[in-house]
Each structure stands twice: as structure tokens, then as C-alpha cells.
């Protein structure tokens, strides 16, 4: 492998208080799902949480960390999940199917969302039902999203949610 390749990194390296305040956002962020999932005996930790806190607190400018991609990312995956849940029978072919589907969505309607992409998965595993998981990943996207746009008002501040630049 040609060694620029193993050298060479496209993130900018912010200073030490950026990344420090990335790493407190995102555990306070799961740390209060932790402690709602407690409090409600509601399954409030889904497994895709953790990587969206990545990209919200660590990489806000990443238009996959823009409300509407978090958020709508969510829904997409949620909403196809649900579908093929109810049309097909639970079997691993149907938890790829469900993956792909939601993917090609997130990308047609450019709401893609990583994490997102993990509802069928998350699914699959549970004995929960799937519209109320459906509901928890909505209600948990929302919610860290929202914090995420406090967060970043603290200093160093951070415009997020990004701003399209104005039309010349």
C-alpha cells in the first residue's frame, strides 16, 4: 500500500477543547438516554446512538450530521424496516433486504444517515415491537439532535446546525 495512504488525513485537527467537548457532549448525550431507559424501562439505548453521537458531536459539520439527515435518516430506515417487518417473514434475508432498501432511500431522498442503517438490525435483535422501536429511534434522534444544537452554542462554538451559503 503506498505509504501516503497510510499517512494522509482528511479531517482537520481542531484544538484539544474541541475534541474534549466532542467526547462530553456524546456522553452526556448517552448517558441520558441511559438513565430515561431506567427511569421509563424503555429499551432508550439503541446500539445506532452511539455512532450518531460520533458524527453529531465529533463531526457536526458532516452534512450526515445535519438535523434533517439524522432525523429524516431515522425515519427512512424506521419506516422501511416497518414495511418489510409486516410484508415478509423475520429471516436474515429479509433483515439484508430491509438494510439495502433503507440505504437506497436515504440516498435517493439524500437523507442519508449511517447509523440509520442499522434499524432493521436492531429490529431483528429485539422482541420488542417494531413500531415501538420505530418511535424509540425517533423520539432518541430527535432529542439528541436537539441537544447537539445547544451544545454546540458552548464554546469552542460551532455553527451547527450548517447554514447553506447565501446565493450570489
Known amino acids: 500500500m503506498p505509504r501516503h495512504l ?3 488525513h482528511e479531517q482537520p485537527h481542531p484544538r484539544l477543547a474541541a475534541h474534549l467537548k ?3 457532549g ?3 448525550a448517552i448517558a441520558a438516554a441511559g438513565w430515561l431507559a431506567g427511569v421509563t424501562h424503555l429499551p432508550l439505548l439503541l446500539a445506532p446512538f452511539g455512532a450518531s453521537a460520533v458524527l453529531l458531536f465529533a463531526q457536526g459539520t ?3 450530521a445535519q438535523p434533517v439527515n439524522v432525523v429524516g435518516g431515522y425515519l427512512l430506515a424506521g419506516l422501511v424496516t416497518l414495511a418489510l417487518h409486516l410484508l415478509l ?3 436474515w434475508w429479509a433483515v ?3 438494510v439495502g432498501l433503507s440505504i437506497t432511500a436515504m440516498s435517493l431522498l439524500r437523507l442519508t444517515h449511517p447509523p440509520a442503517g442499522a434499524m432493521p438490525v436492531v ?3 429485539s422482541a420488542m415491537p417494531a413500531l415501538e422501536l420505530l418511535a424509540i429511534a425517533m423520539a432518541g434522534s430527535l432529542a439528541m439532535t436537539l441537544y447537539a444544537m445547544l451544545h454546540h452554542r458552548l464554546p469552542p462554538r ?3 446546525p450548517r447554514r447553506p451559503a447565501p446565493a450570489q
Open 96 to 98: 439484508g433486504l430491509a
Open 158 to 160: 460551532l455553527d451547527y
Open 6 to 8: 497510510l499517512t494522509r
Open 62 to 64: 458532516s452534512p450526515l
Open 89 to 91: 417473514p423475520a429471516d
Open 123 to 125: 429490529v431483528a435483535g
Open 22 to 24: 466532542a467526547g462530553l
Open 26 to 28: 456524546a456522553a452526556l
